[in-house]
Nanobody
Framework: QVQLVESGGGLVQPGGSLRLSCAASGIIFNIYTMNWYRQAPGKQRELVAAITSGGSTNYADSVKGRFTISRDNAKNTVYLQMNVLKPEDTAVYYC?????????????WGKGTLVTVSS
């Protein structure tokens, strides 16, 4: 059974930092691209950051220079370090694992962790 379990969300003041973690089980972690998505109230889910099995990273323009995604394959865990947080970063953050095979996409989702940026 595949599980992705996020942790590390909470309430933080503008300008503050949080580190999200996502622990994966039931998959061969090191062959999956790992992604962080977020969904703010009334908005569509958006991709925040991604890290491939080879360690290449990609970020949404809105978080470049502030967020850093990393992975520890030995611990089957992906992280999202979030710095200089803004109120507009408030959202539920979801961990996603995906692998593209010919003709199909295999992906799994966590249940999400809430990040609230407010004074």
């Amino acid at each position: 059974q595949v599980q992705l379990v996020e942790s590390g969300g909470g309430l933080v003041q503008p300008g503050g930092s949080l580190r999200l973690s996502c622990a994966a089980s039931g998959i061969i972690f090191n062959i999956y691209t790992m992604n962080w998505y977020r969904q703010a109230p009334g908005k569509q889910r958006e991709l925040v950051a991604a890290i491939t099995s080879g360690g290449s990273t990609n970020y949404a323009d809105s978080v470049k220079g502030r967020f850093t995604i990393s992975r520890d394959n030995a611990k089957n865990t992906v992280y999202l370090q979030m710095n200089v947080l803004k109120p507009e970063d408030t959202a539920v953050y979801y961990c996603n694992a995906d692998r593209i095979l010919p003709g199909t996409l295999i992906d799994y989702w966590g249940k999400g962790t809430l990040v609230t940026v407010s004074s």
